[in-house]
């Protein structure tokens, strides 16, 4: 996705995982903290190197990839 500029995945870091702009920080991390009730401004405040914007396109990311269906490939 285009707007998601900056969720990256890089095999050399956090094993491929999404991450957000190429740090080991997972989208997982991020949505965990949200799930859990951490706002915006707490998880800035426990991780000064991120932005707000990266909190934001971390859930895009996994709304995203919540919706998407994978199905298996049938022999045929």
């Not at 998880?43 to 199905?71: G, N, S, V």
Request: proline share 7%; charged share 20%.
């Amino acid at each position: 996705m285009k707007q998601l500029n900056r969720i990256t995945a890089d095999p050399a870091v956090m094993g491929g995982k999404p991450c957000v702009r190429g740090q080991r920080v997972t989208v997982g991390m991020i949505t965990g903290l949200v799930a859990s009730g951490k706002s915006t401004p707490q998880i800035l405040a426990l991780y000064p190197y991120l932005e707000a914007e990266d909190i934001t396109q971390a859930l895009r990311y996994a709304a995203w990839r919540a919706e998407e269906i994978e199905l298996p490939i049938t022999a045929a």
